[in-house]
């Protein structure tokens, strides 16, 4: 009984496509604090879409509506790639923060205020990104190295978005 409960749980798979299994470990780790942080920033820009205030709010309610649908796309697709290249994928919400380069938002700040933190955090993703794609070429993983390519443009865009309505 037990053991069969056992053979359920998510293992390691025996992928043979060509990248080493020392890379594809290395890349899922690396996925899996693009997810955390990804995670994070996700909880973060719902606060702004349900909190902001003042002229902007029209603008900024839509914008970061549109990201966070975008940032929950983004992680599941992540997080299927690790799967993929044959590793467990993050679970719980504690693992996310764990593995987060983001710091979490803990008060409510002037929106002008969150939205700054909101820039910062794009950017900082994106740093993350950069040193993931360049892990990926390196291990010649060029689909997860694409997928990342792909979310860096997404990050630097909403962080471009988010400046202009505050500068
Ligand atoms: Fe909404």
């Known amino acids: 009984m037990a053991q069969s409960k056992m053979?359920?749980?998510?293992?390691?798979?025996?992928?043979?496509?060509?990248?080493?299994?020392?890379d594809r470990r290395e890349l899922a780790k690396m996925l899996t604090k693009i997810i955390g942080s990804s995670h994070v920033l996700y909880a973060k820009t719902r606060g702004v879409h349900w909190n902001v205030v003042g002229p902007a709010f029209y603008s900024l309610h839509k914008m970061t509506e549109e990201q966070y649908e975008d940032l929950n796309e983004a992680i599941d697709e992540m997080a299927e790639r690790i799967r993929a290249i044959g590793f467990q994928a993050p679970t719980?919400?504690?693992?996310?923060?764990?593995?987060?380069?983001?710091?979490?938002?803990?008060?409510?700040?002037?929106?002008?205020d969150m939205v700054k933190e909101?820039?910062?955090?794009?950017?900082?993703?994106s740093r993350l990104l950069r040193d993931g794609v360049a892990e990926a070429d390196d291990a010649d993983d060029v689909k997860t190295a694409d997928l990342l390519t792909e979310r860096l443009g997404v990050h630097e865009?909403?962080?471009?978005m988010l400046r202009a309505t505050i500068s």
Do not use: C, Y
């Open 118 to 125: 909101l820039v910062e955090d794009h950017d900082k993703l």
């Open 92 to 112: 719980g919400l504690s693992e996310m923060m764990n593995h987060s380069v983001i710091a979490d938002q803990t008060k409510l700040l002037p929106a002008n």
């Open 157 to 160: 865009e909403a962080a471009w």
């Open 7 to 22: 053979q359920n749980i998510a293992k390691e798979f025996p992928v043979k496509t060509g990248v080493d299994r020392k």
